[in-house]
């Protein structure tokens, strides 16, 4: 089924071997391929020559639908191939009926122009193929296409007046404060000395006071 409906002349249709991606994996991350994927397929390639659409920072972007053997998400494989391929993907990722969708903001490794770092992988929850409302909206820039993208996976529009480092910034941060969080409240149920746990707690109740902030603050400002 094609879920977004793009020209045909961005039409790529190609099945990418999964050993493609070796040289990127150890012999565990090999086995996730193995076990999990059915099928990788590079499906549309957009550009300035495939769309008509200006470059600024993105001058192209690849569109993957991977298709797996088991109900589960991949994290782990999206970013061996998000490494290996220095273009912004959007990722559809198929189980039978279901999919989910994520693309990330990444950039080029400092010392290996073989690799890229990945800064954050945004994503959707599972839903019906049938039923999707996410879209390619080939407007403006290559790089509107891909932050549009980015925004419709986090449903916050309001961001759309920053940049994307700005979006994943916010995203860091967040995810930072919940681990602490959590790591607190491990360290809380793991200590035997009681003045060492009112210690934990106070700490604990301060990141959960910068965390309730922080999302105040993100509500009332766009981040």
């Known amino acids: ?133 996410y879209s390619l909206n080939l407007k403006i820039s290559l790089d509107h296409v891909h932050k549009d993208f980015i925004l419709q996976l986090t449903g916050k529009t309001e961001d759309s007046s920053r940049s994307i480092q700005e979006i994943v910034e916010c995203h860091q941060k967040k995810h930072g404060l919940e681990k602490e969080i959590e790591q607190l409240k491990l360290q809380i149920k793991r200590s035997r000395q009681y003045k060492k746990k009112v210690e934990l707690n106070l700490q604990l109740k301060d990141k959960e006071k910068a965390l309730k902030q922080f999302k105040h603050e993100s509500k009332k400002t766009p981040h």
């Open 1 to 133: 089924m094609e879920i977004f409906n793009l020209p045909i002349n961005t039409k790529v249709n190609r099945v990418v071997p999964k050993n493609t991606f070796d040289t990127y994996t150890n012999t565990k991350q090999k086995k996730l391929f193995v076990d999990k994927v059915s099928r990788i397929t590079w499906t549309h390639k957009l550009s300035n020559k495939t769309t008509n659409l200006k470059t600024i920072e993105v001058s192209e972007i690849q569109v993957f639908k991977i298709e797996l053997k088991v109900f589960e998400e991949i994290p782990q494989i999206l970013e061996i191939i998000d490494r290996a391929i220095p273009s912004p993907i959007i990722f559809s990722i198929q189980f039978e009926d279901q999919v989910y969708f994520a693309t990330s903001s990444k950039h080029p490794h400092p010392t290996n122009p073989d690799n890229t770092i990945i800064d954050w992988l945004f994503k959707s929850k599972w839903g019906l193929i049938t039923k999707t409302s």
